[in-house]
């Protein structure tokens, strides 16, 4: 579970990938149990490596750091193509429905 500081330490390590990548995190809302994140990456870079990165270097410092979270199974990644607005609205739709 995305808590008890992990939560932080996450939204930390996904901006710093994201600046590492040339990439804007322009939305992020972390839920215990999963991640919202609305970007915007270079299309020749790929969201695929940018999610990969995102996946690779969170679940190896959270681990380290967590090791509650060593317990936990691998996580799953699913990328949405929409338009903006009505992304952000599904985020906090589902973001308000999980608090």
Do not use: W
Request: aromatic fraction near 4%.
């Amino acid at each position: 579970m995305l808590d008890g500081g992990a939560d932080e330490r996450l939204k930390e390590i996904l901006y710093e990938v994201c600046e590492e990548k040339n990439a804007e995190l322009l939305e992020l809302e972390v839920i215990p149990d999963h991640v919202h994140v609305l970007i915007n990456v270079d299309p020749q870079y790929g969201i695929h490596r940018l999610v990969k990165a995102f996946k690779g270097r969170s679940s190896r410092l959270l681990r380290d750091q967590f090791p509650r979270l060593r317990r936990r199974p691998g996580v799953q990644a699913s990328a949405d193509l929409m338009d903006e607005q009505l992304l952000c609205c599904h985020c906090r739709r589902r973001t308000a429905r999980h608090r």
